[in-house]
């Protein structure tokens, strides 16, 4: 079982930039992948970063690739989100999550367990 809880959303503007942090507790959080995703007012909810159990394999959607980096410590059980070149169309809820065991994490589905979400807001 593995509990997550995001910090560091807020509101800013164009060309900012924002590091969402994600809080796990849980023995399974150093053997889980995880994941960012994100939801905008009246969007469904899509996953757009992910990062293997170890931290040597990521991968990005075509919106955030090249302005967000996602990383994670096992020693400290936090998995980040540096999100840079912020534009209005980054507004949403964003939600960290981590994956079923052995299962593909490109998948939206294999995710389990979810925080709660921070909100991040960019003004024009």
């Known amino acids: 079982q593995v509990q997550l809880l995001e910090s560091g959303g807020g509101l800013v503007q164009t060309g900012d930039s924002l590091n969402l942090s994600c809080s796990a507790s849980?023995?399974?959080?150093?053997?889980?992948?995880m994941g960012w995703f994100r939801q905008a007012p009246g969007k469904e909810r899509r996953l757009i970063a992910d990062?293997?159990?170890?931290?040597?394999?990521?991968h990005y959607s075509n919106a955030v690739k090249g302005r967000f980096t996602i990383a994670r410590d096992n020693v400290k059980n936090t998995v980040s989100l540096q999100m840079n070149s912020l534009r209005p169309e980054d507004t949403a809820v964003y939600y960290c999550?981590?994956?079923?065991?052995?299962?593909?994490?490109?998948?939206?589905?294999?995710?389990?367990?979810w925080g709660p979400g921070t909100q991040v807001t960019v003004s024009s």
């Open positions: 999550a981590a994956a079923r065991p052995f299962s593909d994490r490109s998948v939206a589905s294999n995710y389990e367990h």
């Open positions: 990062i293997n159990w170890s931290g040597t394999e990521t």
């Open positions: 849980g023995r399974a959080f150093s053997s889980s992948a």
